[in-house]
Every structure is written in C-alpha cells, then in structure tokens.
C-alpha cells in the first residue's frame, strides 16, 4: 500500500511524538502562521499555496538531485558517482528557497528552518527515502562560523525534519580543520578545500544516515563530510539538502 504524503506526515509526527514524550508534541499542535505569506495554516509551517510552490525537481537524478529525465541516474552520475548513495532537495536553489534560506543563514530567522525542514521532509517522504536511513546529521559549521552565528542553520533544519518524519539526529561529524568559505574559491578548487575538513568524532559503525544542509552546490563539501562518515563506519549516507543549485 502506498501511502499519501500526508498521511506518512501523520504517521511520522506521531511516532516522532511518542519517541520524544507528549510535551513536545504539544508545541507542534500550537497554530502556527505561514512562514511566508502569515496566513493562518493550523499547524504547518507554510500555507497550501506556499508550500505548492516549493517542489523537488519532477525528474531528478537519484544520486545528485539535478534534472534528470525520467527520474533516472544522470550520465555524470553513471560516469563518476558521487560519494554519496541517494542525493535529494526540496526544491531548487531559487524564489522562494533561496530566500529563505538567506533568511535563516544571515537574518537569524529561526523559526523559518521548520518550514524549510517541513519541505524537506516532504521531499524525503516522497522519494520513500525515510525508510532508508535511521538518523539525520546536520553539516557541521566551522568553529568560528558557529560562534559568530550562534547556531547552526543546517542543525535547525534537521531538528524539524525530525519532527516531521520522526527521524532522530545525531551528532559526531565534526569540523578537523579550517578551510575557506567554499562560496569564495572557483568551482575546481572546492573538492581540494574542504577535503580532510571533517572528522567523526563519534562511531558511526552500521549507520544508515542522512547528511543534511541547506544547499548543495558544487557536491564538494557534502563529499568531505560524506567520506568522514564513511570512515567513522556509516554503511548508507545520503545528502538531503533543502535546496539544489541547478548549474551543476
Ligand atoms: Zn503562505
Ligand atoms: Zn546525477
């Protein structure tokens, strides 16, 4: 039987609530605002036509999110595939999920990672890749980057794709050393940037995870942290990213 969208959020939200005790499924009920447009929603993060307008790519490469027709692995993919098993993105890096993230990353607008976790989840549940794994990692930030932001965007977005789809996140992956702000360097010099940049800190022998961020762009960074996991254990790691920069 295949289920709804909706009702695997149900589902989802029920076991995460009963995984985590009745108060914090009590805050979720609260009515709550459209991050968007403020409209009243219940108790979702956007309105109906908020959230249409925010969409996984309709044919999208399994391994690397980026257009793909018929839904199939891209000929990148077959030809050098990724370090990662499964790629996916609530939609692509764009109105309005460029926005929002911005919001998030450099405006501290914190109440809008539920919505963009909410996205993801969705995304995630489509693709049936729920199942797939047991555990959420958040990217981490550079130390200094995190002490000046005061939290990590792509932790609060993991929070909320555990609250969603009931998956637990789970810390380890650390930043080893400092590396440049990928933004700044050419596209080339990216993979040899970030790599040897993470370190697990924890042991992740037998894990099934999903690393998750805000934006995959070149893949560069998401292949360090995804081979940092690997050697701390992890049997499946997949990247699920809120949004997807198409030019890849
Ligand atoms: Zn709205
Ligand atoms: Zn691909």
Known sequence: MRLSNSA???????????ARGALAGVAIALPQRCALCSCATGDACLCDACAAAIAPAADACPRCALPSAGGVPCGRCLAHPPAWDAALAAGPYAFPLDRMVQRLKYAADLPIAAALGERLAHAAMSADAVARVD????????????????????????????????LRVRDGLVRSRHAPPQADLPWRE?????????????????A?????????TSGATAAAAVSALRRGGALRVEVWTVARTLRG
């Open 135 to 166: 555990a959420l990692v958040p990217m981490p930030l550079a130390p200094a980057r995190q002490r000046e932001r005061g939290y990590n965007q792509a932790r609060e977005i993991a929070k909320a794709v555990m609250r969603t789809a009931g």
């Open 190 to 206: 990216r993979v040899r940037n970030v790599r040897g940049a993470f370190a697990a800190a924890a042991s992740f022998a037998g």
């Open 208 to 216: 099934r995870v999903a690393l998750v961020d805000d934006v995959m």
């Open 8 to 18: 695997k959020a149900t589902l989802y939200k029920w076991r995460g609530r009963a």
